[in-house]
């Protein structure tokens, strides 16, 4: 089982990223997918979920009208789509797969938002 993160790099505020998390190992489509992120000396918090069929909830507050989460069953891959970046968004980001007691998380991909 895998899930590996890409698409994290440096952007000056202001910019966008698209990150992606790309599933192996397991039936992607029967799970929900989560992005999660970790600042600097803080707690990893959710951020976005999407269900195994599309429904989208569960917004963290800071990012609500700024990131958008979407997937593609076809592809096996959840992405994110994050736009207005502000340093407050620099941080680890992580993917996460979940169905019923079966958990997987990948190993996180670094966003930084600096001028």
């Known amino acids: 089982v895998q899930l590996v993160e890409s698409g994290g790099a440096l952007v000056q505020p202001g910019g966008s990223l698209r990150l992606s998390c790309a599933a192996s190992?397991?039936?992607?489509?029967?799970?929900?997918m989560r992005w999660y992120r970790q600042a600097p000396g803080k707690e990893r918090v959710r951020i976005a979920t999407?269900?195994?069929?599309?429904?989208?909830?569960n917004y963290e507050d800071s990012v609500t009208g700024r990131f958008t989460i979407s997937r593609d069953n076809a592809k096996n891959t959840e992405y994110l789509q994050m736009n207005s970046l502000t340093p407050e968004d620099t941080a680890v980001y992580y993917c996460?797969?979940?169905?019923?007691?079966?958990?997987?998380w990948g190993q996180g991909t670094q966003v930084t938002v600096s001028s």
């Open positions: 190992g397991f039936n992607f489509s029967n799970y929900d």
């Open positions: 996460h797969a979940r169905r019923d007691q079966s958990v997987y």
């Open positions: 999407i269900t195994n069929t599309g429904f989208i909830y």
